[in-house]
Every structure is written in structure tokens, then in C-alpha cells.
């Protein structure tokens, strides 16, 4: 079974610098996506940035970047010149192929961010 | 509209109610899902339909009935909750694909007298 590990319950990062939230996951599969979101506290689930594991390359989109190190099992989100706005709850999340749909999500617990001015 | 909306985005029902939360997608997608996100524990996939087709019940009580009329339409019957029910229940469509990100809804968030 897949499990998904954000061992960060909170963090706080200064407006401008930059933050990485941790991800460690745990699966027997060869084949997997791995998904960060974002909740802000209205309720949103925002999607952020998506790395599959066959990709060679680090995802990045705008100012995230993802450090995904397969033989760690890390997928570790990179929010590079935090602003105000950035705070809010980040997920990291893994496609389950074994579930019965194919499609389902496993998520962890979350990482709390806070930027402070 | 745009993306994925749900209505009501508040809701205080006592345990013999019965009501519905609605969600509807305008992306086009193929695959929608209930979810219920608990405080203090990790999001918990409920249900999930594709091409109207329910593909995963995770052995979710029977007082939660979903319902899906075509692909962009998805509903959530409620009867008969608990307390331990209330919690902020999301909605999320996502296109049949390898990579199959999913896009939320606002939430309903739930409260059970």
C-alpha cells in the first residue's frame, strides 16, 4: 500500500526567501505520479505542480519547482520568493494505481506555511 | 462558470435531515470524485465516478448516496449523519489521462447538529 509522509506540520519562511516543504512516499509500484496542492484557508485545493516518475527532469512551473529524488522517495515542493499570498496548507499527493478506479489520490497530512513580511 | 463549483459552501443540518450538496464541472473532464477532509486528518477519497460509472466506493456508510447524472454533474445525498460526519466535503473532476491532476471545488463545509 502506498503511503505518503509530510513530516513538517508547520513552517514559516520571510517574504522574498525561499522554502521547501518535504514529501517522502512509499510504493512498490515502478509507474507513479506524484501531485503538490495547495489550500488556502477558503477551502480551495489548488493544483501546483505534477512529476511522474519515468520523468528525467525536475518539474517546475513558474515559482515552483519540485527536488524529486527517486531512490530517496522524496518529492520534496521548492516555493522560490515566498510572497504573502503563498500562506496556506500544502499536500503532497500520489496517484494510486491499484485502487479500484485507477484514479484515486493518496494524500498526506499536510504542511501549514506561513510567510511573514 | 468556470472550473469546478459546489453548492450550498455552507451547510447546518441536524441528524434526521436530508439534504444534498451539489457539484458541477465545466472543464469537460470524465472522472469526478467526492472527498471529506476532517480536521487534523489526512483528505479521504469517498467516491469516484467515470463517464458516470461509479469505480470506487471506500467503504463509505450508506447514509452518503451519491448520485451522478452525466460527467459534469455530481451530487452527494445525506441522510441521517452524525456529528462525526461534519467536516468540509470536496468536490474534484480530472481528465481520463497518465497524469489525471484533479481540480477541487470550493467545498461544502458540513456541520451536524
Known amino acids: 500500500a502506498q503511503k505518503i509522509t509530510q513530516t513538517q506540520p508547520g513552517m514559516f519562511v520571510q517574504e522574498k526567501e525561499a522554502v521547501t516543504l518535504d514529501c517522502t512516499y512509499d510504493?512498490?509500484?515502478?509507474?507513479?505520479?506524484l501531485f503538490w496542492y495547495k489550500q488556502p484557508s477558503s477551502g480551495e485545493m489548488i493544483f501546483l505542480i505534477y512529476?511522474?516518475?519515468?520523468?528525467?527532469q525536475n518539474a517546475t512551473e513558474g515559482r515552483y519547482s519540485l527536488n524529486f529524488q527517486k531512490a530517496r522517495k522524496s518529492a520534496n515542493l521548492v516555493i522560490s520568493a515566498s510572497q504573502l499570498g503563498d500562506s496556506a496548507m500544502y499536500f503532497c499527493a500520489m496517484r494510486d494505481p491499484n485502487s479500484n478506479s485507477g484514479y484515486a489520490l493518496n494524500f498526506g497530512k499536510g504542511t501549514s506555511l506561513l510567510v511573514t513580511p | 462558470e468556470t472550473g469546478v463549483t459546489q453548492t450550498p459552501r455552507h451547510l447546518v443540518m441536524g441528524m434526521t435531515n436530508k439534504k444534498s450538496l451539489k457539484c458541477e464541472q465545466h472543464?469537460?473532464?470524465?472522472?469526478m470524485y467526492w472527498y471529506k477532509q476532517s480536521a487534523k486528518k489526512p483528505l479521504e477519497l469517498m467516491f469516484v465516478?467515470?463517464?458516470?460509472?461509479?469505480?470506487e466506493n471506500n467503504s463509505v456508510p450508506s447514509r452518503f448516496s451519491p448520485e451522478c447524472p452525466n460527467s459534469s454533474h455530481l451530487f452527494l445525498h445525506l441522510h441521517t449523519l452524525q456529528p462525526e460526519d461534519s467536516a468540509l466535503y470536496l468536490c474534484a473532476s480530472s481528465q481520463e489521462r497518465v497524469r489525471n491532476e484533479q481540480f477541487f471545488g470550493p467545498g461544502t463545509r458540513l456541520t451536524v447538529l
Open positions: 472543464l469537460g473532464h470524465n472522472a
Open positions: 465516478y467515470n463517464f458516470k460509472e461509479q469505480t
Open positions: 512529476q511522474g516518475s519515468y520523468d528525467e
Open positions: 510504493t512498490s509500484d515502478q509507474s507513479y505520479g
